[in-house]
């Protein structure tokens, strides 16, 4: 293979990893911030729920002439204590769900970086079999005619 051809594939293949990666990345941000935003959406819509449950026994018990201390108070704090951890809950889960797909995208990034790795060397390894490191001074052919002039072997500059 032509060591214009090797360099043309190479610098293509980096092209597309690269673009996939950021394409990705671009993606996986938009996921992790849409579930971030629907884990405050469904706070905020148990917070709501709770309210309105915790007004129900506070009513019942105004109508039926308890006094609200003591144990009807104690209920109606256990009652916003789980109002709170519901919410609380629920958020949660979106923010994990929101993590997950960052994590997965940072692995992702991870592969993507091995793989633009492995391109580049195995670029240099085909350069390398083609003859373009050798200390010949036959010029490199780059592409459509260009030349380069091999560099001097290292040792041998004075």
């Known amino acids: ?15 597309i990893t690269a673009a996939s990666i950021a394409g990705s990345a671009k993606a ?8 971030r935003d629907a884990g405050k959406e469904a706070e905020k819509a148990e917070r709501t729920r709770g309210a309105r449950q ?9 109508k039926s002439g308890v006094d ?30 929101a993590s997950l797909i960052e994590s997965q995208q940072d692995q992702r990034v991870l592969q993507g970086v091995a793989d633009i790795t492995g391109t580049i060397l195995g670029s240099v390894g085909a350069l390398d079999n083609a ?3 050798s200390s010949s ?5 780059i592409g459509s005619g260009s030349t380069v002039s091999s560099p001097a072997p290292i040792g041998s500059i004075a």
Request: hydrophobic share 50%; charged share 20%.
């Open 1 to 15: 293979m032509a060591t214009g051809a090797i360099i043309a594939l190479s610098a293509a293949s980096l092209g």
């Open 28 to 35: 996986a941000d938009a996921q992790a911030d849409a579930a």
């Open 54 to 62: 915790a007004g129900k026994p506070r009513v019942a018990f105004a």
């Open 68 to 97: 609200q201390v003591g144990t009807p108070l104690d209920v109606l704090g256990q009652a916003a204590e789980d109002a709170e951890l519901n919410a609380l809950r629920a958020k949660f889960g979106f923010d994990q769900r």
């Open 131 to 133: 003859g373009a490191f």
């Open 137 to 141: 001074s036959t010029p490199l052919k």
